[in-house]
């Protein structure tokens, strides 16, 4: 069996540095892990130049991500289906996350133009965290300098986190990590909530 965990939010919510630290205790839980880095990232390294794209050129980066994600996201449940034992993914980001950079109709547009139900993606995961960004506590703490990657303003991440929470939140699969002065707290809540997950499904296998 395997377990597919999505990791969702606006820039500077310690997704990535969350994902790591899940790992060791996901593994001691008994099950196989397979932690997927950002496919966004992995496009802007390649040359895709986010920060000056707009409109139709928007669209088209937007496409990209998600055809790469769902490739990457089967391909990475196919080879962890041939583990002998349970098996746990866990994506920093996924699809869902594209919704909180388009507006919803154009959101709902570029995933069908790839052949994918807006109203079924959720399926496609059995937990997601969407991890509050520290961008609503103002500029004094919300920063992208130490990233390159990263050119949302504070406005911009907080609207990334609204379109979120509009396009995913009361969804029984979605739990909110939220924000915390202490970030070694926030990465505890986050850990309870997944080992609590996948401490619930090991009768089921076992």
Request: aromatic letters at 8%; glycine letters at 8%; one cysteine or more.
């Amino acid at each position: 069996m395997v377990y597919r965990i999505a990791f969702i939010g606006a820039p500077c919510g310690g997704k990535t540095t969350i994902l790591r630290r899940l790992v060791e205790p996901i593994r001691l839980l008994g099950f196989a892990t397979y932690p997927v880095p950002e496919v966004a990232s992995l496009l802007i390294s390649a040359g895709a130049r986010t920060q000056e794209t707009a409109g139709q050129r928007m669209l088209q980066f937007q496409r990209g991500t998600i055809r790469v994600q769902r490739a990457v996201e089967d391909s990475i449940v196919e080879i962890a289906t041939s583990e002998n034992g349970p098996a746990v993914v866990l994506y920093d980001r996924c699809i869902l996350d594209v919704a909180g950079f388009l507006e919803t109709a154009a959101w709902h547009a570029v995933v069908r133009d790839i052949g994918l139900d807006p109203s079924t993606l959720l399926q496609r995961y059995d937990l997601v965290l969407q991890l509050d960004s520290v961008a609503g506590r103002g500029p004094d703490v919300y920063t992208n300098a130490h990233d390159v990657r990263r050119f949302e303003s504070v406005d911009e991440a907080e609207l990334v986190e609204s379109r979120l929470r509009t396009a995913w939140g009361g969804n029984p699969r979605v739990k909110v990590v939220s924000f915390r002065d202490d970030f070694e707290e926030k990465i505890g809540d986050a850990v309870t909530l997944v080992t609590a997950f996948l401490s619930s499904m090991k009768p089921a296998h076992q």
